[in-house]
C-alpha cells in the first residue's frame, strides 16, 4: 500500500524558513518524479516545484523561483522542499504528490491522479 506522508509545516513569520519533507514508502522511489503542490483558501491547487526520479532536473513556479529549494534523499524515500524567505501569500495547505515514470515538469503542471499526501499546513504571519 502507497502511502505519501507530509511533514514540517507550521506558523512562521514573513522572512523566516521552513523545510518541508515528505516520506513516500510502499513504492520504488526512484522510479518516480516528485513534486510540491498548494492550496490555500479560495484559491486552485498550484504546483510549485518538481523534482527528477534522480534529483538531477527540478522545475519551480515563478511564484517560488530564487526562495524554495526541491532535493530528494533516494535512500530515504525522502523529498523535501527548503523554502526561506517565506512571505504571507505562502500561507496554504502544501502536499505532497508521487508520479510514476512522470518527468519532473508533468508532475507539476499535469499531475498524476494518485498518490497525494493529506498534506501539512504552512501559515506566514505578516
Known amino acids: 500500500q502507497v502511502q505519501v506522508v507530509e511533514s514540517g509545516g507550521g506558523l512562521v513569520q514573513a522572512g523566516g524558513s521552513l523545510r518541508l519533507s515528505c516520506i513516500a514508502s510502499?513504492?520504488?522511489?526512484?522510479?518516480?518524479?516528485m513534486g510540491w503542490f498548494r492550496q490555500a483558501p479560495g484559491k486552485e491547487r498550484e504546483g510549485i516545484s518538481c523534482i527528477s526520479w534522480s534529483g538531477t532536473h527540478t522545475y519551480y513556479a515563478d511564484s517560488v523561483k530564487g526562495r524554495f529549494t526541491i532535493s530528494r534523499d533516494n535512500a530515504k524515500n525522502t523529498l523535501y522542499l527548503q523554502m526561506n524567505s517565506l512571505k504571507p501569500e505562502d500561507t496554504a495547505m502544501y502536499y505532497c504528490?508521487?508520479?510514476?515514470?512522470?518527468?519532473?515538469?508533468?508532475?507539476?503542471?499535469?499531475?498524476?491522479?494518485?498518490?497525494w499526501g493529506q498534506g501539512t499546513q504552512v501559515t506566514v504571519s505578516s
Open positions: 510502499g513504492l520504488t522511489f526512484d522510479d518516480y518524479a
Open positions: 504528490v508521487a508520479g510514476h515514470y512522470y518527468n519532473e515538469y508533468d508532475v507539476c503542471v499535469k499531475p498524476p491522479e494518485n498518490y
